[in-house]
């Protein structure tokens, strides 16, 4: 939020530096020695509809030498569950706020879906359960960075390259790497353990070429909410939705009426029989990664959009990604995309009752009781094993 005043001070009350939030929301400030600090909202620069979830503006991190300390304050409108009603007109009901989280979290859902509905192909096809699909999500968040900001180009042609050289990275992945583990016949487990290594490595070198602090986008950063109905949101997140809903539609029809797309469900059910009907296996494996690879960076895309940029993003939504997975049905492109949707929206939801620090958990007590009903997910199929 913009325009919000905050202060820093010692333990002691030594007055350090009093600062402003930026469009982005996000403030710095420097402090010369390690120790606890403390940090308080002004309150009163806040928009008349808005208050500090749980009411509490006062923060007192530590800070450790050569480390950052990050200090964040929910915000939330007033009348909220949890707070004092507010004797305005402009008071937020339940439902106002529930209408505002389900779409909050159908747009989450959406992004996740994305994510997901790489991974899915890639584990449908190969087997493997890859770790490093978060990274590939960081990985078009920055590179459409590099191309917005380094090289000046604006947001949408950055990120149509960005998409394209994420896709030859991921086929290049597959013909370099994962595909010669395969030949010399490495097992689906030490595969899984050698993805860990790949995003661990992944994540250092987004770190030392990105740095640890948080960027946005050159263009659509802040833009004033569109109001319709209960619904609050910036034009970017319908665009944003619109496009993630057609990438969908299109994969989805791809995989049910292009032969490519037959030849991948044919290699995700029986790898042996679509090999000696005719299909070459590894050459639709490369493909799977490739598309694999431009989906998740356009996931990765949409999430800068919605949040600020890090090098630690697609690690932070790696686990919402697997439950989406997961949840849907291992391997299926369709189950991947329903879990994800219902993983969006209870993440969202479920800080109506829950802090928004937990929001998550609610996802995962889905994930659980659904698997506990229907181990094979939503869309997944029974399996006889033996």
């Known amino acids: 939020m913009n325009g919000a005043k905050i202060a820093v001070t010692t333990e002691s009350g030594q007055p350090v530096k009093e600062v402003t939030s930026n469009a982005q929301g996000t403030w710095d400030v420097q402090v010369d020695k390690p120790g606890k600090y403390k940090v308080t909202l002004d309150v009163s620069s806040l928009p008349k509809n808005a208050d500090v979830r749980g009411g509490n503006n006062v923060r007192t991190p530590t800070v450790y030498e050569g480390n950052c300390s990050t200090v964040l304050f929910a915000l939330q409108p007033k009348g909220a569950p949890g707070q004092q009603p507010a004797d305005t007109d402009g008071e937020t009901t339940f439902w106002e706020q529930a209408a505002q989280l389900t779409f909050e979290g159908l747009n989450l859902g959406l992004i996740i879906a994305l994510a997901a509905l790489g991974l899915s192909l890639i584990y449908g096809t190969t087997g493997l359960t890859n770790f490093a699909h978060g990274e590939l999500v960081t990985l078009g968040a920055i590179l459409a960075y590099a191309f917005n900001v380094g090289f000046g180009l604006h947001l949408i042609p950055a990120a149509v ?111 042996a029989l679509a090999a000696s009907s005719g299909i070459n296996v590894d050459r639709v494996i490369r493909i799977i990664w490739a598309s ?95």
């Open 161 to 271: 390259i960005a998409v394209a050289v994420a896709g030859v990275l991921g086929y290049l992945q597959d013909r370099l790497f994962w595909g010669v583990l395969r030949k010399r016949g490495t097992g689906t487990i030490a595969m899984m353990i050698i993805s860990i290594g790949v995003a661990l490595l992944l994540r250092y070198v987004f770190l030392i070429f990105f740095g640890g602090q948080n960027e946005a986008y050159a263009q659509y950063t802040a833009q004033p909410g569109i109001e319709l109905g209960p619904i609050t949101a910036a034009p970017k997140n319908f665009v944003a939705m619109g496009i993630e809903l057609a990438v969908l539609i299109i994969v989805g029809i791809a995989l049910l009426r292009t032969r490519t797309g037959k030849a991948a469900r044919a290699v995700a059910d029986n790898p």
């Open 292 to 386: 694999g690879g431009a989906i998740a960076a356009l996931a990765g895309i949409m999430l800068g959009l919605s949040q600020s940029l890090k090098y630690t993003m697609g690690q932070d939504v790696l686990l919402l990604i697997f439950a989406g997975v997961t949840l849907g049905g291992l391997g299926t492109a369709f189950g991947a995309l329903v879990g994800s949707l219902v993983v969006g929206l209870f993440v969202q939801v479920s800080t109506l009752w829950v802090p928004p620090e937990l929001k998550s958990v609610g996802a995962l007590v889905v994930l659980i009781i659904v698997l506990l009903v229907r181990p094979q997910g939503i869309l997944g199929r029974r399996e006889r094993i033996g």
